[in-house]
T-cell receptor, first 115, second 106 residues
Framework: EAGVAQSPRYKIIEKRQSVAFWCNPISGHATLYWYQQILGQGPKLLIQFQNNGVVDDSQLPKDRFSAERLKGVDSTLKIQPAKLEDSAVYLC?????????????FGEGSRLTVL | LAKTTQPISMDSYEGQEVNITCSHNNIATNDYITWYQQFPSQGPRFIIQGYKTKVTNEVASLFIPADRKSSTLSLPRVSLSDTAVYYCLVGRVMRFGAGTRLTVKP
C-alpha cells in the first residue's frame, strides 16, 4: 500500500516569496492533516480536513497561509508571503477515520528554508 | 482540550526496559490516549493507543491507571534504534506536545 506522498522534499526561498506544498494521502483516507514542525519542537497542527471540508484551522496563520483539499483527495498548503520564522518541516498526515481516534499516517515531510 | 506533560528527555542503555509517563489530569471521559514515535527527518509513527488498563502490541505496552490521569508507555529491552522522540496525545484533537527525547546508549 502506498504511503502519504509529499512534494517537494526540500525548498529554499527568500522571505516575501511564495511557496506551495502538495500532499497525496493514502487512498480512501477521509481525514487529512497539515502540521508545521520547527526544529526541536513537536508538530503543530495547522489544519484538518474531513473529506473536502475544514474541521479545524484554529492554528493556521490565515494572513499568509492557505490550504485546500479539492475533491476530498489531495491537498495543497500555500505560504504567501513567507517569513523567516516559517522555516520548518511541513508534515502531511491522513487517517481513514472521520473521528479523531486511531492511527495517523504521516508523509516524510517538506523541509522549507526561508532566507 | 486535555493538556499533557511528559519528561523532556530520558537516557537508557541497550537491553533495559524504558517507561515514559505522561500526565493528563483533565482527560475527558471519551478521550483515548495515543503514543507516537519520531525519528530524525521522518514523520511521527503510531505506536499504541488505549483507553484503560493495559494494551500490548509487538512494539510496546501502555499502562493506564483507573483514574486515567496518567499513562505509561513501556518499551521492553530497548536497542540503539529506539532512540527517538516519543509523543503522548490525548483526546480527539491530534495536537502534539514537545515529546520525550529518549537516548539509548550502548
Amino acid at each position: 500500500e502506498a504511503g502519504v506522498a509529499q512534494s517537494p522534499r526540500y525548498k529554499i526561498i527568500e522571505k516575501r516569496q511564495s511557496v506551495a506544498f502538495w500532499c497525496n494521502p493514502i487512498s480512501g483516507h477521509a481525514t487529512l492533516y497539515w502540521y508545521q514542525q520547527i526544529l526541536g519542537q513537536g508538530p503543530k497542527l495547522l489544519i484538518q480536513f474531513q473529506n473536502n471540508g475544514v474541521v479545524d484551522d484554529s492554528q493556521l496563520p490565515k494572513d499568509r497561509f492557505s490550504a485546500e483539499r479539492l475533491k476530498g483527495v489531495d491537498s495543497t498548503l500555500k505560504i504567501q508571503p513567507a517569513k523567516l520564522e516559517d522555516s520548518a518541516v511541513y508534515l502531511c498526515a491522513s487517517s481513514p477515520r472521520t473521528v479523531n481516534t486511531g492511527e495517523l499516517f504521516f508523509g516524510e515531510g517538506s523541509r522549507l528554508t526561508v532566507l | 482540550l486535555a493538556k499533557t506533560t511528559q519528561p523532556i528527555s530520558m537516557d537508557s542503555y541497550e537491553g533495559q526496559e524504558v517507561n515514559i509517563t505522561c500526565s493528563h489530569n483533565n482527560i475527558a471521559t471519551n478521550d483515548y490516549i495515543t503514543w507516537y514515535q519520531q525519528f530524525p527527518s521522518q514523520g511521527p509513527r503510531f505506536i499504541i493507543q488505549g483507553y484503560k488498563t493495559k494494551v500490548t502490541n509487538e512494539v510496546a505496552s501502555l499502562f493506564i491507571p483507573a483514574d486515567r490521569k496518567s499513562s505509561t508507555l513501556s518499551l521492553p529491552r530497548v536497542s540503539l534504534s529506539d532512540t527517538a522522540v516519543y509523543y503522548c496525545l490525548v483526546g480527539r484533537v491530534m495536537r502534539f506536545g514537545a515529546g520525550t527525547r529518549l537516548t539509548v546508549k550502548p
